[in-house]
């Protein structure tokens, strides 16, 4: 059964840094790209930034909202992905959530999502 | 980036119904579509990926179709758990961008 499992959320004040966790499961996860999508409370889902996978160097792409300020980096060993936050902002208040990415004919889709973790900035 | 244009934002169906939604890109992204389905509180679930396919468990009243810039996600016979919101995201280039979101209530 794929599993991904969100941590790291929590509270934090404008211009502050978080990162978050997510724990993979069930596939093999050095082969898939892995995704961030966030969702603010009552607002629609955005995505915030993709990892590839060793094949492509783990190289990335990012939304422009969060581009400079998110890195997004994974660890094969302990099956895990990663999202670096810094100079939070109350905009970036939201749910994040990880999928993991599978190929269709040469592009990647987010196919299982995690339960994902609620971040809030606020002073 | 490209656009995308869900309709409609929202609509009232009864059990049994059929329903259609439609998502619109702003150029034209091959058939590089997918559909989700969230309901409250919950994470996002995909439907159908490359515009018309169903992915591994999903129920066969939900179907796709479409190619270029217009795509449609229909559900043939709504059943109780169908009540939902529903997204569709282009993954044909980046930014990948999601619709803003069709919310089916019951009627």
């Known amino acids: 059964e794929v599993q991904l499992v969100e941590s790291g959320g929590g509270f934090v004040q404008p211009g502050g840094s978080l990162r978050l966790s997510c724990a993979v499961s069930?596939?093999?996860?050095?082969?898939?790209?892995m995704d961030w999508v966030r969702q603010a409370p009552g607002k629609g889902l955005e995505w915030v930034g993709r990892?590839?996978?060793?094949?492509?160097?783990?190289?990335?792409e990012y939304a422009a909202s969060v581009k400079g300020r998110f890195t997004i980096s994974r660890d094969e060993s302990k099956n895990s992905l990663f999202l670096q936050m810094v100079s939070l902002t109350t905009e970036d208040t939201a749910v994040y959530y990880c999928a993991r990415a599978s190929l269709d004919s040469g592009n990647y889709y987010s196919d299982d999502w995690g339960q994902g973790t609620l971040v809030t900035v606020s002073s | 980036d490209i656009q995308m244009t869900q309709s409609p934002s929202s609509l009232s169906a009864s059990v049994g119904d059929r329903v259609t939604i439609t998502c619109r890109a702003s150029q034209r992204i091959n058939n590089y579509l997918v559909w989700f389905q969230q309901k409250p509180g919950k994470a996002p679930k995909s439907l159908i990926y490359a515009a018309s396919s169903l992915q591994s468990g999903v129920p066969s009243r939900f179907s796709g179709s479409g190619t270029g810039t217009e795509f449609t996600l229909t559900i043939s016979s709504l059943q109780p758990e169908d009540f939902a919101t529903y997204y569709c995201q282009h993954y044909h280039s980046y930014p990948l961008t999601f619709g803003q979101g069709t919310r089916l209530e019951i009627k």
């Open positions: 069930g596939f093999t996860f050095s082969e898939h790209y």
């Open positions: 990892i590839r996978n060793k094949a492509k160097r783990y190289s990335t």
